[in-house]
Each structure stands twice: as structure tokens, then as C-alpha cells.
């Protein structure tokens, strides 16, 4: 990395050295001797000193007229134009200057922009990181100039980079105040590589700045790519035991933390103490350089909070969206006023990341960590080939080596084209095909869950009492398979005491397993710190394993890793067959609280099996159960698991239905009905019931009479919304989970 904080200062030294340009000779024949072009450009040019016919010729514009005065019309990319002038004597003068301006657009420019946002999309979806890296290369590759493909893909990242800080914000995952501060310096370092790159370009033209961000682009990609596609490897040969002896912080990093420069001590939440701002300002610096050469800046940002400061790689890797957002910001603005922004690039490939993003986070649900990091890999070394072949283009437009053979330069294009759209192809059809099969997957349970609904349906039209336990098919007949989900934070304290408490009443078998989100991308460069997690997640399920013991229960402890926690409980649920999957609840409030974005309220939206959600302070001691039914299956479903727990608890059951207020009159006597059914089966069961119709808003209600019943568990069914669904109707039940202070058992279909 060293060296490429060199390039920028040697650029900007070589820049500064006079350089013959052809156009700008005192005695040039032409009129304008040194013309500014723009893409599609009409100008008049003039040419004296020359004898009888003259022959005009054009390397990449098209010429109109003869004689001493002709109409030059500029080609539809910006590019490095030759205009050659030979009279009847053989005497032969040229112009040479550049094409700026902005790339002119075809359909066919603008579908190959969509894809290729859409594949880039896919990648940072399906690799938990910005897919920025292949979309400089795929501008290029079509004629944008490097500078403007680095202005405009940082112009469209930014927004995306706000939108991800925020939502890993919702998970405290974000260190905002270490973002701003390397934010700061960052923006320097994002300013000061634009001047750099301007200046390039000013001296050496289009063909300067390719070379230069190509030259970059190879060098850090055979790093990164390289470590990726190591670490893909080992993950496959080696077996998936997480063992491990600890590693901590570096050596570097606890030097750091250890350095006091008075005035300068900053506290950060990521890293557990203060350090000096001196220390980030350079770290943050290089990040903005790297980003406002190539457009991607967390290659050094990452592994440097993790490496130098001493950060978790969750932390640092989510932090590093606000410090992208920061510098996206800034260096759009810098490189706009400079008229390097190409908005047209940035809103297409913005609009084609969008679908691609959404899609490539479901495809990691269905493959294997090592095939997440051999595609990121493999895309990576394909893209670093791809400019690598350009780059003796580029030195030889240049005049740095021989001049190359027009069949040479157009073979290299080619070639370097076609890798381009094999390393796109590539991921996306891995990519695509991991989502076809997961979408067959869903659908083929989703046909089976319609079949169960169908026939639980007809079961209740003919037999008018409530469904007895013995002939239930779904999973709240049983409690004895329990799932402990721990994130080590306090909101998990109350859960981990109620999953061990209800093992030991069901004489059942415990799980308890954490999640550690982790980026592939950064994971490969800081491979000890987050072994260093793992221990840390391990020591603390270990003490909640001896606190099991210490019941009489017998607990086994797991570690998983994965870019969608939510995704990795559910996996596992699925593979040990589970009951009842047992998670803490965070002290949201507001409109965080009405709409959980947390990872409980996807895994209760995606989960075949019981949910049991503990607030922190909330505990079961067998006061109350409150059960809601509405006459569905899914309020059947409630009321039995409820006769479940009530008979392990030794509770008395409080049934509820509520009347929606302009409802009343319609829906009373269905709502009596309702409950005479429920409230029978539940005395059948031996199992005292007192049962109540509430009326007002459903889950308000419920939660109002919980709280003046002294209940301790709600249980709720589902009808198991996700995404938009859950958005546009709302749910009961989430409503119900985000404000109640007692336990929740969520019995799903």
C-alpha cells in the first residue's frame, strides 16, 4: 500500500514537467492551432503553408469539405484525436489534441450501463460490500475516460452508502463518531487525489489518467483478490470446527490505544478507549486518496481501523459506510465543479444496483461461505487482467514503449473487453443461479404450507370444536427443542435465564448459538481480529453453557458466520430440527419500536417454528398466560401452544378477542362464538381459562389488559408477512412484541 501512496506525489511531480504537444508549436500551420473539442463538436479548421490538393484524414472525427478549409466533427466519445494534412508535394503537417466532453449515449450504451449496475448490484448484495470495484473498469471499457468513470461511480455510491450506515446503525454497529473524525481527513485526502488526478489529466491527457487508474487498480486488486481467494481455499480444505486459539488486538493497534498526546485524546465507542486523532488523520487520508483514484476506498479503510486502531471487523466494516458516504459526497462535489460528473452514468447504474443489491443478498442464503469470497475472488483477478491488458495500450498511446500495431491494440481491447464481461458474467450467473434455487426452494414449501392450510380449512368446517393437540401437524405440539439465540449485549440477558427455565420444565434438549455478521472483503485482510470475535462469542456462550449446567441442563454452544444474521438462525433452526427458538428483544422506542427492523422481527417473519421473544427484565413465572385469537387457524395454532405452556407453567390461561370499534356490531357475535370454541377446548385440556371480547385497536388492547392482568406470557399466532406485506398491512403481532413488557411467544404456522 506503500507504493501507492507514492503514485499520486510522483504523478503530480511528472505532471509539472513540460511535455511536447504537437498542436501547441509556435509555427503550426493550423487555425485553431490548439482547438477545444467536446464530443459531436463542429468546428472550422484551417490549414496554410500547403501546396495543390490536400488530403485531410482523421484518426477518430469525420471530416467535411477539402482544400485549405474543412468541417471537423468530433467523434461521440472522448478520446485522443490525430488529424493528418498531406498537400500534392508530399508534405505532411498534424494536429493532434483531445475530445472532451461527455460520453454520447446510444440505447445500447444505456442497457449495457443498466447491466452492468445491475450485475455490480448483485455482487455487492451477495458479498456484504460495495461492488464499486467493477464498475470503474466496465465505464472505461466503453470509452468514459478514467476520471469521469471514478467521478460518476462515486456519485452514484454515496447515496447507497448513506442508506447502509443507517441500517447497520439499527444494529449498533456503527462507530459514528471514529466515521466522522476519518471522515474528516478522508475528505482531505478525496480532494487532494482529485487535484492529483486533474493535474494528470491536464498534462498527459485521457490516455494519462486511464493509465494511472488502471496501474492502481492492478496493483490492488492483485492484493485483495489475492488474500480473498487464499482464504477461499483454506476455508474450503479446512473443516468448519471453529476452534481457535485467541488472537487479539495487534501489536500496533495496542500501541495506539497506548500512546496519550494531550489535547488530542478522542474516546471511541468501537474501540473501548481513547486514542489520539493524530493517528486517524493519516489513516483516514490514504482512504480518501485510494477512493478518489479508483472510487473505492475501503480496501485501506477497513484494515486500518482494524489493523491500527484496533477495531472489531463488524464495526469497522460498517463504520466505513458513513466515511464512504462522507468522501462520495465531497469528491462528487470537488470533481462536478471541475465538470468530470457524469450524471447520466451515475442515475443508470444507480437504478440497475438497486435491483441487483436486493437479489444478490437472497443468493447468499443458499451457498457456502467459501463459494461467497471464490466469486468475489475470481471477479476481482478477472478485472485486475482485464486493465492489466490495457495498460501497454495506454504507454504506447503515450509514447512510453514502441508503438504498438493496430491489429496489437485492437487484439489487447478486445481481449480486455471480453475478461470484463466474463468476470460479469461470471458472478451473475452464480449469483442468479444460488437465487433460482433458493426461489424454487421457497416455493415448493410454499406450495406445501398452502396444501397443510387447505386441509386444516376443511378440518374446521367439518368438526365445529377446537383441533385437540394430538392431531396437530406443525411445530407447536412440541417445546422440547430449544434454540438460544445470544448476541453477548444485555437485551439478551432475560432470554438466555427464560431458555434455560423452560428446558428444564419441558425436560427438553438447549441450544445456544451467536452470529457474527462478517464482509468476505474485509474478512480475508483481518482474518486474527475476527478469530478474536469468535473467542469472545465462544467464552460467552461457554458461561451460559455452565449456568445451564449448573440447572441440570445440557447445553451445546455454536459460533456461525454470515452476511444476514436473521438468515444463519434460521439455517440452523432448520438443521437441528427446532421447537421453539428463544430470542432477546432490544429497548426500542418511537417509530424504531412500531417498526421493527430488528433481526427478531425477520427471523419471526421467515421461521416455521415457535419464536419465544424476552424483553430484558421480563421473566415466566406462571402468573398468567394471555392468549389472542381472531377465529383463524393462526389464533387456533396460539391457543394451543398456550394450553402447552400453561400445563408446563401451571398457569391459569386468559383468553382475548377484540372488536375493532367500527366493527362492533357486525363482528360481536361471530367474536362470541370465537371465543366459546376456544374457551371449551382449553377447559377440555384441564386447564383453568377466563376469557374476555376488548374492544378498540387490537394490539393496544391486548397489551393494556396484559399489563393490568399481571400476565408474564403472551402468546400471539403469525401469519408470517415478510417484507412489503408486513410494511403496508402491519401486523398484530408486531405491534404486540415492540410495546409489551412481558414475554411473547410467537406459535407459528
Not at 611 to 635: N, Q, T, W
Not at 692 to 700: D, F, H, N, T, V
Request: glycine residues 10%; proline residues 3%; hydrophobic residues 45%.
Amino acid at each position: 500500500m506503500g507504493l501507492l501512496l507514492c503514485l499520486p506525489t510522483i504523478g503530480w511531480s511528472v505532471a509539472q514537467e513540460p511535455q511536447a504537444q504537437p498542436s501547441t508549436l509556435t509555427n503550426s500551420p493550423f487555425e485553431p492551432a490548439n482547438p477545444k473539442v467536446e464530443t459531436l463538436d463542429e468546428i472550422m479548421l484551417k490549414i496554410s503553408g500547403m501546396t495543390g490538393d490536400i488530403v485531410w484524414k482523421a484518426s477518430k472525427g469525420e471530416i467535411l469539405g477539402s482544400g485549405n478549409e474543412i468541417t471537423y466533427i468530433a467523434p461521440g466519445k472522448p478520446d485522443q484525436e490525430m488529424i493528418t494534412v498531406t498537400d500534392a508535394t508530399g508534405k505532411v503537417a498534424t494536429l493532434a489534441f483531445e475530445v472532451g466532453g461527455f460520453l454520447e449515449l446510444h440505447l445500447k450504451d444505456i442497457l449495457f450501463l443498466f447491466i452492468v449496475g445491475f450485475i455490480g448490484g448483485l455482487v455487492s448484495g451477495f458479498i456484504g460490500s460495495g461492488g464499486a470495484f467493477v464498475l470503474t473498469p466496465a465505464m472505461m471499457s466503453m470509452g468514459v475516460p478514467a476520471i469521469m468513470a471514478v467521478a460518476s461511480n462515486m456519485c452514484h455510491k454515496f447515496p447507497k452508502a448513506l442508506v447502509g450506515s443507517i441500517k447497520r446503525a439499527k444494529y449498533g454497529q456503527v462507530d459514528l463518531k471514529l466515521g466522522l473524525i476519518m471522515g474528516i481527513s478522508a475528505e482531505a485526502g478525496v480532494l487532494y487525489g482529485a487535484s492529483i488526478q486533474t493535474q494528470i489529466k491536464e498534462a498527459f491527457g485521457d490516455v494519462g489518467s486511464n493509465l494511472y487508474v488502471s496501474f492502481v487498480f492492478v496493483v490492488v486488486l492483485a492484493i485483495v483478490g489475492g488474500y480473498v481467494l487464499r482464504d477461499a481455499i483454506k476455508i474450503y480444505k479446512q473443516s468448519d470446527s471453529v476452534g481457535a486459539k485467541e488472537h487479539e488486538i495487534t501489536k500496533l493497534a495496542r500501541w495506539v490505544q497506548s500512546v496519550n498526546i494531550p489535547g488530542t485524546m478522542m474516546y471511541f465507542p468501537s474501540l473501548g478507549t481513547k486514542i489520539s486523532v493524530l493517528f486517524t488523520i493519516p489513516l483516514g487520508f490514504a482512504t480518501g486518496m485510494l477512493a478518489a483514484t479508483i472510487a473505492v476506498g475501503g480496501f485501506i479503510g477497513v484494515p486500518a481501523m482494524m489493523y491500527v486502531l484496533g477495531a472489531p471487523g463488524l464495526m469497522a466494516s460498517a463504520t466505513e459506510l458513513v466515511i464512504a458516504f462522507v468522501m462520495g459526497m465531497g469528491g462528487t462535489i470537488k470533481y462536478a465543479l471541475d465538470g468530470f460528473v457524469d450524471i447520466r452514468l451515475a442515475m443508470v447504474i444507480l437504478a440497475g444496483s438497486l435491483f441487483g443489491v436486493q437479489l444478490g443478498a437472497i443468493g447468499t442464503t443458499y451457498v457456502k461461505d467459501f463459494m461467497v469470497k471464490m466469486v468475489m475472488g475470481v471477479i476481482m483477478i478477472l478485472v485486475l487482467f482485464s486493465r492489466g491488458l490495457k495498460v501497454p495500450v495506454y504507454l504506447s498511446e503515450m509514447g512510453e514503449i514502441e508503438p504498438l500495431s493496430e491489429t496489437t491494440i485492437s487484439i489487447l481491447n478486445y481481449t480486455s473487453f471480453g475478461m470484463l464481461i466474463f468476470a460479469l458474467a461470471t458472478g451473475a450467473i452464480i449469483i442468479l443461479y444460488a437465487l433460482i434455487k433458493g426461489y424454487m426452494k421457497h416455493a415448493k414449501e410454499e406450495a406445501l404450507a398452502e396444501e397443510f392450510s387447505i386441509a386444516q380449512a376443511t378440518t374446521d368446517e367439518e368438526v365445529e370444536t377446537f383441533p385437540a393437540s394430538a392431531i396437530q401437524l406443525s411445530p407447536t405440539g412440541r417445546l422440547k427443542n430449544v434454540l438460544l439465540v445470544s448476541d453477548k449485549s444485555e437485551a439478551s440477558r432475560g432470554a438466555e435465564s427464560e431458555a434455560i427455565k423452560l428446558v428444564q420444565r419441558t425436560d427438553g434438549r438447549l441450544s445456544a448459538m451467536s452470529v457474527l455478521m462478517i464482509n468476505p472483503e474485509h474478512e480475508s485482510l483481518a482474518r486474527q481480529l475476527i478469530e478474536a470475535e469468535d473467542n469472545s462469542s465462544i467464552a460467552h456462550l461457554e458461561t451460559v453453557q455452565k449456568s445451564a449446567e449448573k440447572a441440570g441442563v445440557n447445553c451445546d454452544i455454536n459460533i456461525r458466520h454470515g452476511i444476514e444474521i436473521y438468515q444463519e438462525i434460521l439455517e440452523e433452526a432448520e438443521r437441528k430440527q427446532i421447537d421453539v427458538i428463544v430470542m432477546g428483544r432490544r429497548g426500542y422506542t418511537g417509530l424504531k419500536r412500531l417498526m421493527m427492523g430488528s433481526n427478531t422481527a425477520k427471523v419471526i417473519g421467515h421461521a416455521q417454528c415457535n419464536i419465544l421473544v424476552v424483553p430484558k427484565f421480563a421473566k415466566i413465572e406462571g402468573k398468567r398466560i394471555l392468549v389472542a385469537v381472531d377465529g383463524s387457524r393462526y389464533g387456533d395454532i396460539a391457543a394451543n401452544a398456550a394450553v402447552k405452556m400453561a400445563k408446563y407453567l401451571h398457569a391459569p390461561i386468559l383468553l382475548v378477542s377484540v372488536v375493532q370499534s367500527e366493527l362492533k356490531e357486525k363482528r360481536h357475535i361471530e367474536t362470541v362464538e370465537i371465543i366459546k370454541r376456544v374457551e371449551s377446548f382449553i377447559k377440555q385440556e384441564g386447564v383453568v381459562v377466563e376469557a374476555q371480547i376488548l374492544s378498540g385497536r387490537p394490539a393496544m388492547s391486548i397489551i393494556e389488559i396484559a399489563e393490568n392482568k399481571g400476565v408474564d406470557l403472551i402468546v400471539v399466532g403469525s401469519h408470517g408477512r415478510t417484507g412489503l406485506d408486513r410494511i403496508l398491512m402491519g401486523s398484530v403481532s408486531d405491534r404486540i412484541i415492540g410495546y409489551a413488557q412481558c414475554a411473547i411467544l410467537v406459535a407459528k404456522a
